[in-house]
Each structure stands twice: as structure tokens, then as C-alpha cells.
């Protein structure tokens, strides 16, 4: 899970890639590099110029300050280790034996070390333990046999050769490729990892993603899976899996894809975590407009027969977005009646549940790239293609921020979330979108289901109009409030999170969220589990967090957080003000909300305390270490 970005046109590439690889900095940061092919006047053949630094990208532009990198055509990568440590002789591109051959990579090589195998025993000498390397070595070997066929040497013959190593290579991979030989040929494939192509003005530009092409056109080809494409300052040639030669029209991007600015917020989670009113403002305005009914108590973007039949769901998902996904479940069994189950797609790539008829299978992911999820759903869809029964077909819906993600190619339904981009890896807006996603699922089978009474329907709905505000108060008032809080966490190792019912994937969120960016360690559980093991773990230095909301579980919720009491923990209470709420030593109020709307609000204190407390300790709060925003990896 890197990020890739690749250039050709007429303008100096270094600062180009270096911007693009800024954008896509999220997508992993241990280190960086870059190659562009410079031309001699009146030379055919050109040099190629490597750049690699460890770390983060300052270090590659120090770098590039110092050196230079010259030349209009150009690749960069931005890395996250899977093969190798975080070294410069593994940072990408990585060359052939030659030096003439540059490769970036985006995914994983299944079948790297057979392929090293073979290449060592002809003599091919690695510099780095990537599983990339090969290809630049295995490309050389093509180039020189389509040479021995007597071939022109041109971007075709580049193309060609990319083909043919392509199919040598297990794995989902993304991949950009220049060749000093062909100084203006670019050459990019894709298979089951992102690569979209931007058409500026005499330039293109490919990137794993649409922030990289931010500020430079807003004209775009996401390429296919299986795809391939050879640029040159004259055109794109984009080829399928089979070589035959595509043609497509380019589509805009939207606007926020444009908009990767911090504002005044330290952080970009921080800022994240504040623009989540309007996030829920914009899905109130876009899903509960004015004149609907019980009976149709939500507008979302889906034909009648899309419900028709659902018997049962099951959601896949990882993460974060596994955290909304068991919200949902909660919301659609209890609110909507519709069993419901919820898989990580990690697991469930591998012990897959046996097939039941009329479901309707959920994948969840912000990014809409997360490898496991989308090979889960993949696979979910070719084992009920091949079932005779059309009771059992396939029925997908993706849940993602990332309309023009793999996501939206590969599944039939897409429920856009709509929260704009969010560029912090631990996902706040986002989340919010999940869980308001889930909400409209859940009136729209209430409804059609008759699980709940019309007057309950049309409750629900108008709460959910109520919460932008809400949460514009929650924003307000708890940043200095967790800021102060953060205090007490100085020398914390160990938290619990405890919640019930509709609020035990907000603990799950809550200790996920201080895991990612603070290093503390923290678990949640659902608080009636904690008298069956966890309660050991309790002593002063145990701060536990827990989420009270009146309800069923309210008074259950507090006998649980007496008893830690009793163990000398230190108890912060994420509940609304009240007497019963005084046990607590620490109070993160939230309003006196109906239980249903609950989480949409405890999980803003919950993401503010994370986030004050790691910014406390002085961490890279948007890039936390070993993760990154988008895991393309299996
Ligand atoms: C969220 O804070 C995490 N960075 C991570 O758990 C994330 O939710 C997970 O990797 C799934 O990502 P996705 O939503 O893009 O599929």
C-alpha cells in the first residue's frame, strides 16, 4: 500500500512527482524515490536519474533540492514496507542490472521469490529484498528478447514487454515504467490495485490516487482492471488484459477531490474530526429532504428493486469501517428486523459462512481499495455466481467515500458517503458517513419491512435531522474539554473502553482510535464482559472510558463502571449530565439523545481524547507510525 505517481509532458517531472507524492503521502511515508529520464539535445536515447531517501518525503525533496533530477518524464513512489525495511536500497524505483530500466510498484509480487529464483540463477544480481526488483530484471529480459525479434525500439516495444512480464506476475499490483531507450514513453498497468490517469494540457499524470492530480487537471481515466496504457506526449494507447486497445471518454473529478488543505487546524484529523456537522449536514440534505413519508421515510440513490427479496445481510469489512458495519448490523436487526452479520473480510476471504438464499452482501471501506475487503466480496460474488438457484445470486452494495474507487467497479450498488476527502489515516468523517449510511439503510427496510410502527419511522428520521447540530455543539465544546483531559493520560499505557448495545463498536472505535495514533494500548468491550476476565487487568493506572446513554442498557452500563470504580480505576464517563452520571471522575457530556442516534455522538469525544492525547505526546498524529489510509495489501 504506496503510493504511485507518474509524469510525462513538458515540464521539469521532479517538482510535479514530488507534489503528487505530497498528495499521496498517506498512503504510506517510511520512504520515497523517484527516477526521470533526461534527453541530451539530438540524442534518441536518454539517461535515467534515481533519487531514493528514507523517511518521509522531505527527505527526497532535500535531496532533490541538493541533486536534482532532470528530465519531462518521470515516476515516484511513496512507500510502506511489506518486503524489506525501511532502507534506501528498498525504496522504490528500483532498476534493471543496467541502471536503464525504472520501475515503482503499488500492491504486492505473490510469486517475488520464484521469480528471483530464476533471474538469480542467470546471473542477475538484487540490490534490495523487495519483492518490486524483479520486475525491472524480468522487463530487461523481455526488451532484449523483442530487440532479438528485430523489433523497433519505440514505447510499443516498452508496452509489449510490460505485457509479458505482466503475466508472469502473481499478485495485485499497480506499476509505472520508463526506459532510458524511449525517453518519451511512459508505460502503467493495473491489476486489482488503484491507477487513474489525468489528461492535463500536453501532460498526463497517473497516480494511485485523484489528490495527487489536485490543482492540475480535473480530467481523469481510472484505468480498469487489468489494464495498460503507453504514454507519450502525444496520447494515451490504453490496452486491456488481452491487448486489444480501448477506447474510453475521460470523466470529471468532483470537487472535493481538489480540496487537501489543513486549514487553520493543526492536523488534518483534527479538522477531520470538526467538519463532521457537515458531513452530517450534507447526507440530511441529501438523504431526508422535506415531504417523505413513513412509508418512504429516506431518499437514497437505489431502484425499489434493489430491497426486493433481502432476507438477510452480511457485511464485510476491516477496521474502522468494521466498527460502522456493526452499528449498521445493530440498526438493521433491531430497528429494521433484517438478520444481519458482519464478517471481517479478512477472515471471511478464508471461512466464508455456507451460503444462504436472498442475502445481501454489504462491503464497507472508506477508501474503497482495502485488498481483503475486496477480494472477500469478490469471491462472495463467484461462489453465488456459480450456484443454479437464483435465490441465491449476487447482491452487493458498496459502502464507500471513493465513488471512482475499485469498489465502485467491481460491485453493482454504491451508497456514496459523501464526507469529502480525508487525508488523516485514522478515519474520523469518514466513519460518521459509514454510520449515517447505515442509518438509511435501516429506515429504508424499517419501512418496507414494517418492522416499526410509522410514527417510530418517522421518529428516527426527524432525530437524525437533529444531529448536525449536535455534533456542531459536541465539536465546540469538547476540544478544550479533552484537550485538559489529555493531561491525565500522560503516562498512561493501558485503557478500557466500555459501552453496550448499540454503543459497544463506539468502545471498539474509541480504543482503535487511541491504538492508531497514540501507541497506548487500549481494548474495548462490551462493559457486562468485563467481570468475565478484563476486570483483572484494573489498578489506578487503568484510566476506562465508558459510554453511558439512557436506554436499555443505561442502568446495566453503570453498575459496570461501579465496579471498576471499586477497583480504583480511574473512570471517564462519555454519557449525558445527570445524577446518575456522578460516578463518574471525569465527564465527557453528550446530550440526552434517543439510543438509536446515540453513537453518531459518543464517538465525537471518544475521537477528540485520542487525538489530544497523542498531539500531547508530540506524534504524527496524521501519519501514525507502520500505518497508512489505504491498505491495498493483503
Ligand atoms: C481507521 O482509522 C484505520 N486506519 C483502519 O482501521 C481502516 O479503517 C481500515 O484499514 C479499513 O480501511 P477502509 O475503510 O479504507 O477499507
Known sequence: MCGIVAVIGSREAAPLLLEGLRQLEY??????????????????????????????????????DEKGSPG?????????????????????????????????????????????????????KFDSQTDTEVIPHLISRELELLKGEGQEINGTMLLQAVQRVSSQLKGAFALAVVWAETPDALVVARRQAPLVIGLGEGEFI?????????????????????????????GIELYNEEGERQQRSPSLLSGFDQVVDKRQFRHFMLKEIHEQPETAELWVARHLPRGLSADSPVALPFEESFYEG????????????????????YLLEQFADLPTSVFYASEFRYAAPPLAPNTLTIGVTQSGETADTLAAL???????????????????????NRPESSLSRQVQNIFDIGAGIEIGVAATKTFLGQLLAF??????????????????????????????????????????????LAHRFSDTQDVIFLGRGINFPIALEGALKLKEISYIHAEGYPAGEMKH???????????????????????????????????????????PKGPETEVFDALMPIPDVCEWISPLLSVVPMQLLSYHIAALRGLDVDQPRNLAKSVTVE
Open 72 to 124: 519531462y518524464v518521470g515516476i515516484g513512489h511513496t512507500r510502506w514496507a511489506t518486503h524489506g525495511k525501511p532502507e534506501i536500497h528498498n525504496a522504490h524505483p528500483h532498476r534493471d542490472s543496467s541502471g536503464e530500466i525504472a520501475v515503482v510498484q503499488n500492491g504486492i509480487i505473490e510469486n517475488h521469490r520464484a521469480l528471483r529464483h530464476s533471474l538469480v540463477s542467470e546471473g542477475v
Open 206 to 234: 497517473c497516480a494511485s490516487d485523484t489528490p495527487a492530480l489536485a490543482g492540475w487537471t480535473r480530467t481523469i481515466l481510472p484505468m480498469e482492471d487489468g489494464e495498460f496504457a503507453l504514454l507519450t506526449p502525444l
Open 378 to 400: 469478490l469471491m462472495e460474488d463467484e461462489r453465488r455466481s456459480a450456484h443454479s438457484d437464483p435465490a441465491f445470486a449476487s447482491r452487493q452494495l458498496g459502502i464507500t
Open 439 to 484: 442509518y438509511g439503510l435501516a429506515l429504508a427496510f424499517a419501512a418496507r419491512r414494517s418492522s416499526r410502527k410509522p410514527e417510530e419511522i418517522l421518529r428516527l428520521a426527524e432525530e437524525l435531522k437533529s444531529v448536525p447540530n449536535y455534533l456542531r455543539d459536541l465539536v465546540k465544546h469538547h476540544d478544550q474539554l479533552a484537550e485538559h
Open 533 to 575: 476476565g478484563p476486570i483483572a487487568l484494573l489498578d489506578p493506572r487503568v484510566p476506562v472510558i465508558s459510554i453511558a446513554v439512557p436506554g436499555v442498557v443505561f442502568e446495566k452500563v453503570l453498575s459496570n463502571a461501579q465496579e471498576a470504580k471499586a477497583r480504583d480505576a480511574q473512570l471517564i464517563g462519555i454519557a
Open 27 to 64: 498512503r504510506g511515508y517510511d520512504s520515497a524515490g523517484l527516477a526521470t529520464v533526461h534527453t541530451d539535445e539530438g540524442q534518441s536515447s536518454g539517461l535515467i536519474t534515481c533519487r531514493r531517501a528514507k523517511g518521509k518525503l522531505v527527505n527526497l525533496s532535500r535531496l532533490i
Open 310 to 329: 433481502i432476507e438477510r445481510v452480511q457485511i464485510l469489512a476491516c477496521g474502522t469501517s468494521r466498527h460502522a458495519a456493526m452499528v449498521g448490523a
